[in-house]
């Protein structure tokens, strides 16, 4: 239990100071003690009121041209990908996506290092919500819609805001993808209920260092967070 203590305060400090990677850095603590199938309805659970109060606490920093087309396209792509979990070996699908991830996360880098800014192109946001409702709507892995909205948001808080709001989205539908399936069951909502504690002091301490934290710092940990993700979910599935 003491595992489960650490994860939760670790990955949601993460998730207040940069408004994603709780769940990669969740699974990644657990995953000596633990199977994924136990480990991510939970998450899931205890994720889900974390994008509320992030989403809440930014809302001046919604940007609707962001939130509504990508929410809508990460929802399109969740449904194609049911039906490819069910059908495909899904190891393929993570190791070309980790690759993708990778590479936008070090463009990022780059750009921010040379203070590049970018505007949003309907085209990449159209190709980057389908795929990421394909990875992140059933496999929980949020890396390549962090990816898109990093590109086209100025600051933290503006990333958290609207990525926080996507994830709401999505969150909403995997949750009942999920207990229509049986993946999440009364034992889970126990745990996580019981959790809820440690998340929320995990992510207040986050969002509290956010704060203080230059936000030109706290970019740069997102980018290199999307990075190490992207690298993870290669790994983890070669």
Not at 120 to 145: H, M, N, Y
Not at 182 to 202: D, H, N, Q, S, Y
């Amino acid at each position: 239990m003491y595992l489960w203590i650490v994860a939760t305060l670790v990955a949601f400090y993460i998730k207040g100071l940069c408004g994603f990677a709780n769940t990669l850095v969740f699974t990644s603590i657990l995953s000596f003690g633990a199977d994924n199938v136990n480990i991510s309805p939970i998450e899931l659970v205890l994720g889900y009121p974390t994008n509320l109060i992030l989403t809440w606490k930014n809302k001046s920093k919604l940007k609707a041209a962001i939130v509504l087309p990508l929410s809508l396209l990460v929802l399109l792509g969740s449904i194609p990908g049911a039906f490819l979990l069910k059908n495909i070996d899904a190891t393929y699908i993570k190791i070309v996506f980790g690759i993708v991830v990778v590479l936008l996360g070090i463009d990022m880098l780059l750009r921010e290092i040379k203070d590049i800014r970018l505007k949003g192109s309907k085209l990449l946001l159209g190709l980057i919500g389908v795929l990421s409702g394909l990875l992140c709507g059933i496999f929980g892995v949020g890396a390549l819609l962090a990816a898109y909205v990093g590109r086209v948001t100025e600051t933290g808080d503006e990333f958290k805001a609207n990525i926080s709001a996507v994830f709401i989205v999505e969150n909403s539908f995997r949750i009942v993808f999920y207990s229509v399936l049986g993946i999440i069951t009364l034992t889970e909502v126990k745990r996580a209920l019981w959790m809820m504690p440690f998340m929320l002091i995990g992510l207040f301490l986050g969002i509290k260092s956010a704060d203080v934290l230059d936000d030109k710092v706290i970019k740069k940990i997102v980018i290199v967070l999307l990075i190490i993700s992207g690298v993870v979910l290669v790994a983890s599935n070669i």
